[in-house]
């Protein structure tokens, strides 16, 4: 399964007149996807996320999408383990996959990665879902 991460551009003319009332062309910024390696089974789901565009990086998207993909999964589709795999260098996406909730199982030096799991409670879904909300993702 796979969110793409879009943002809407807005053209501005040289005068600073915003063209508000024309479509919009979204621009791809990443993706978010979920691996289920059990052929049915969808109760663990291994998790991917990219932001492509090093402008949007740190502005919550990758956050905001994984906790939207995760929330979805657990809500619809019964998944109740998520598994991460992280380059071991990328520390932005450690950090950020730790204030989610994820916790250092192992490093896999011959990939040079570390691997992250998550078990969310009833407690984590809520708060998913309350950030969804101020995102505007979910409605009340």
């Known amino acids: 399964i796979s ?9 501005i003319f040289s005068d ?8 919009s062309i979204p621009d791809m910024v990443g993706d978010v996807n979920l691996f289920f390696h059990q052929d049915g089974d969808r109760s663990e789901a291994e998790v ?9 990086r740190g502005k919550q998207l990758g956050r905001t999408s994984l906790c939207a993909m995760m929330w979805y999964a657990f809500s619809f589709l019964g998944t109740r383990r ?11 996406c450690i950090g950020m996959m730790s ?12 990939f040079k990665e570390v691997e992250m799991v ?9 708060a998913w879902e309350e950030h ?5 993702i979910l409605r009340p």
């Open 132 to 136: 969804l909300r101020i995102f505007s």
């Open 99 to 110: 204030s989610v909730g994820f916790t250092f199982v192992r490093k896999v030096a011959v």
């Open 118 to 126: 998550l078990e969310p409670d009833s407690g984590m879904i809520a």
């Open 16 to 23: 600073g007149i915003s063209i508000k009332d024309t479509v």
């Open 3 to 11: 969110f793409i991460i879009q943002r809407y551009s807005m053209d």
């Open 48 to 56: 991917e996320i990219m932001i492509a565009c090093p402008e949007m």
């Open 82 to 92: 998520f598994v991460a795999k992280i380059k071991d260098h990328n520390s932005a």
